[in-house]
């Protein structure tokens, strides 16, 4: 458990470092690109299983990052995504309602600890202007909440 919390301080301390110099994630695909998109180009940004609610509607700042490093983490402690599907379309469904479980000992032989719900909860908020913010959750971090 504690290489998980290791794991999680070094996520935060990327994400506030790219946070603090306004390094967006981005996704290398053409219809990311500057200057490069087509107008008859119908993809979607970004990587479904990472993308933010916000990209899909073509609105979004960094804290579009937070989710995808959300997401991130999640994964890292359960070993699948929040948002699952079977195609794009239905992972990107899941992603525009912005709902999602944690997984329980009981079905999934994982479960998350109390602080790891709490930082990725708000990281996943659906409503932007609610999401944390990096900086504001490391110092709400307490290091029993990793043990």
Not at 13 to 42: G, V, Y
Not at 57 to 65: H, L
């Amino acid at each position: 458990m504690q290489l998980v919390a290791v794991q999680i301080n070094q996520v935060n301390s990327n994400c506030l470092w790219c946070t603090i110099l306004l390094a967006w994630q981005q996704d290398f695909k053409r219809s990311n690109m500057p200057n490069k998109h087509n107008e008859n180009d119908q993809s979607t940004p970004g990587t479904p299983y990472y993308v933010a609610p916000q990209v899909l509607k073509g609105d979004y700042n960094e804290k579009c990052d937070i989710w995808s490093i959300g997401v991130i983490m999640f994964i890292l402690l359960s070993g699948y995504p929040p948002f699952y599907g079977e195609k794009d379309s239905e992972i990107l469904q899941k992603v525009r309602k912005g709902k999602f479980s944690f997984p329980t000992e009981a079905e999934d032989g994982v479960e998350f600890s109390g602080g790891a719900k709490d930082l990725i909860t708000k990281m996943l908020t659906y409503a932007e202007d609610d999401r944390v913010f990096v900086i504001q959750q490391l110092f709400v971090m307490r290091s029993s909440d990793c043990d």
